[in-house]
């Protein structure tokens, strides 16, 4: 065993559409001794975040259900795959979400977010519509400053353009980076 666990967070709205596809064909050229796990965020709903927190000690107390399937899930991996299709300009809804619930979770007695979240690597994979590169910028830019604000490694984005279910299978190009993305060793 190699010891790398990725978490793959698929965040589009819909089942069966290209940034799942384009992470599933880049997942696929991982060695096989590397644990992968898949967890769909529309499965997992989270309630809207609130920021607590400046209403003292234990504003934000240890999560149940969904909120601590996803906490274990990421602090279990040794990468974190956002797999979220480009929604104005920037990650989904979902995705932002679970970013939202990192500032509680730096908060949650005893789970020492931030130093377990050091030194993990993140990844992105996305799908778009834009023929303009300037304007995904916002996308890779949340997710790497994110990243580096709990000093995770960031590792790039995979990047395709795609509108219909399925339209990214057809893009050689886009599949043959997809097999490129995730170095076999570090
Ligand atoms: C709510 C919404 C917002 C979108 N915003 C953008 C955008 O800002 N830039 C872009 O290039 N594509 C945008 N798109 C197009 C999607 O990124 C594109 O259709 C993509 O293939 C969807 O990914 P999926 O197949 O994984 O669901 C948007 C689509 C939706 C539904």
Do not use: C
Not at 42 to 70: C, I, K, M, N, S
Not at 93 to 106: I, N, P, R, S, V
Not at 166 to 180: C, H, K, N, S, T
């Amino acid at each position: 065993m190699t010891g790398r666990s990725f978490l793959f967070l698929l965040a589009s709205t819909r089942h069966g559409g290209n940034t799942e596809a384009l992470a599933r064909h880049a997942a696929s050229r991982l060695p096989s001794d590397v644990e992968q796990r898949w967890l769909r965020l529309d499965e997992l709903p989270l309630p809207l975040f609130r920021d607590v927190r400046h209403e003292g000690e234990g504003a934000y107390p240890v999560p149940t259900g969904a909120e601590r399937l996803l906490l274990d899930g990421t602090l279990d991996a040794t990468d974190l795959v956002i797999a979220s299709p480009v929604y104005w300009y920037s990650v989904s809804a979902a995705a932002k979400l679970y970013l939202d619930y990192w500032a509680g979770w730096l908060r949650v007695p005893g789970v020492n977010f931030k130093a377990r979240m050091r030194g993990k690597s993140m990844w992105a994979v996305g799908a778009h519509t834009s023929a303009d590169a300037a304007s995904i910028e916002p996308f890779r830019g949340t997710l790497r400053l994110s990243a580096e604000y709990l000093g995770m490694r960031w590792r790039g984005a995979l990047l395709a353009y795609a509108n219909r279910p399925g339209q990214v299978l057809a893009d050689e190009d886009a599949l043959r980076r997809a097999a490129e993305f995730f170095p076999p060793n570090r």
